[in-house]
T-cell receptor, first 112, second 116 residues
Framework: DTEVTQTPKHLVMGMTNKKSLKCEQHMGHRAMYWYKQKAKKPPELMFV???????INESVPSRFSPECPNSSLLNLHLHALQPEDSALYLCASSRNSGAEQYFGPGTRLTVT | AQSVTQPDIHITVSEGASLELRCNYS??????LFWYVQSPGQGLQLLLKYFSGDTLVQGIKGFEAEFKRSQSSFNLRKPSVHWSDAAEYFCAGRTAGGTSYGKLTFGQGTILTVHP
């Protein structure tokens, strides 16, 4: 089983809202990732967690706040987003940070 | 700088024809290489990976890729394309270690259109 689940599938939020994206995997993977993908572009790495610790932050604005409560769960907290933050947000996981990554279906975020 | 390049933005093939999608990499040492496929609005599905060893790698859905160090290439092939293969394909690479451990570098993607 190589399933990564993400909720919600779609999210529309205003610029003053606070919302969260959720990602879950039950494959025993110890590395988890957040990517942002704009239309017609490849995914861009945002954050990497390895063994529940943040190991890579790709200079992401503080209005995006990741959280890894346990080895199966990864959250992305959103606050005061801008319209240009509208994108497909992808979560991925891997056995460790050296292994191949498996992606979830993504959350389509629209900021109004 | 480390990079992955997909020279073809869009490729069109007829159903049943063979397919080759190009990928070139630029890394200081041999990278780990991957091919992913993405249908519109969906996540990425891993087709195959190359870490080391046999340079011809078999993947899912009948795809294979060949690692050629002399050409810095990792091209994806399929002998007979099906209409359901229409999607966007991404080549990705990463170093084997160091501070960028786990960080994938993606090519710009190749959109595949399949004509009946």
């Amino acid at each position: 089983d190589t399933e990564v689940t993400q909720t919600p599938k779609h999210l529309v939020m205003g610029m003053t809202n606070k919302k969260s994206l959720k990602c879950e995997q039950h494959m025993g993977h110890r590395a988890m990732y957040w990517y942002k993908q704009k239309a017609k572009k490849p995914p861009e790495l945002m954050f990497v967690y390895s063994y529940e610790k943040l190991s890579i932050n790709e200079s992401v604005p503080s209005r995006f706040s990741p959280e890894c409560p346990n080895s199966s769960l990864l959250n992305l907290h959103l606050h005061a987003l801008q319209p240009e933050d509208s994108a497909l947000y992808l979560c991925a996981s891997s056995r460790n940070s050296g292994a191949e990554q498996y992606f979830g279906p993504g959350t389509r975020l629209t900021v109004t | 700088a480390q990079s992955v390049t997909q020279p073809d933005i869009h490729i069109t093939v007829s159903e049943g024809a063979s397919l080759e999608l190009r990928c070139n990499y630029s890394y200081g040492a041999t990278p780990y290489l991957f091919w992913y496929v993405q249908s519109p609005g969906q996540g990425l599905q891993l087709l195959l990976k190359y870490f080391s060893g046999d340079t011809l790698v078999q993947g899912i859905k009948g795809f294979e890729a060949e690692f050629k160090r002399s050409q810095s290439s990792f091209n994806l092939r399929k002998p007979s394309v099906h209409w359901s293969d229409a999607a966007e394909y991404f080549c990705a690479g990463r170093t084997a270690g160091g501070t960028s451990y786990g960080k994938l570098t993606f090519g710009q993607g190749t959109i595949l259109t399949v004509h009946p």
